[in-house]
């Protein structure tokens, strides 16, 4: 089965600070990608960062990086010097390379704080 | 580009009533999925198609139908709209074999009365 569990429904950081959010999932499959989105009030879903699996070295987007624990089917964020603007829902989501199925966690509220 | 176009934005029904939710993407992808989004439960996938003229059930595809019309066209059909149907809707494409994530419609918010 493929499953996503995201197990902060809520976080919260000041701005400038550095904020982590937590992710873990399920595959059989052994190609996929993994992806954070980002949802804001406007209900827009924007891409945060992708992460393909045979890759081992971990992805980076600026603010943006992951910590990719393949063994332990983990996939946290990590957002550097917090900004207002990263006040959203954020989401966790795998994708099978074989099905194409395209699930998603339960999100993460992140409210940032001056 | 226009990306993925979903109608229509906003519509209420009564209990009982069908309806279909257009969506159509203009990226060439072979994937489209829909989605529902409620508070707290993040989006659960209902259908998804891999390819043109393939269908699979998502995690909750009770009481919608779907058609996948041609490689850009995607619809959800509702059809006996009950209240645990009020929601937002989703829909996505994207292409794993471009490495292209997905990309989503504006949404639609349906109230069911």
């Known amino acids: 089965a493929q499953t996503v569990t995201q197990s902060q429904p809520e976080m919260s950081v000041q701005e400038a600070e550095t904020v982590t959010l937590s992710c873990t999932y399920d595959?059989?499959?052994?190609?996929?990608?993994l992806f954070w989105y980002k949802q804001p009030p406007s209900r827009q879903m924007i891409l945060v960062i992708r992460?393909?699996?045979?890759?081992?070295q971990n992805a980076t987007e600026n603010r943006f990086s992951v910590n990719f624990q393949k063994a332990a089917k983990s996939f946290s964020l990590k957002i550097s010097d917090s900004q207002l603007g990263d006040t959203a829902m954020y989401f966790c989501a795998s994708i099978s390379y074989n099905t194409d199925k395209l699930i998603f966690g339960t999100g993460t509220r992140l409210q940032v704080f001056p | 580009n226009a990306g993925v176009t979903q109608t229509p934005k906003f519509q209420v029904l009564k209990t009982g009533q069908s309806m279909t939710l257009q969506c159509a993407q203009d990226m060439n992808h072979n994937s489209m999925y829909w989605y529902r989004q409620d508070p707290g439960m993040g989006l659960r996938l209902i259908y998804y198609s891999a390819s043109e003229g393939t269908t699979d059930k998502g995690e909750v595809p009770n009481g919608y139908n779907v058609s996948r019309l041609n490689k850009r066209e995607f619809s959800l059909r509702l059809e006996s709209a009950a209240p645990s149907q009020t929601s937002v809707y989703f829909c996505?494409?994207?292409?794993?074999?471009?490495?292209?994530?997905?990309?989503f419609g504006q949404g639609t918010r349906l109230t069911v009365v």
């Open positions: 992460q393909e699996a045979y890759k081992q």
């Open positions: 996505a494409s994207s292409d794993v074999r471009r490495n292209t994530e997905a990309f």
């Open positions: 595959t059989s499959e052994s190609n996929y990608y």
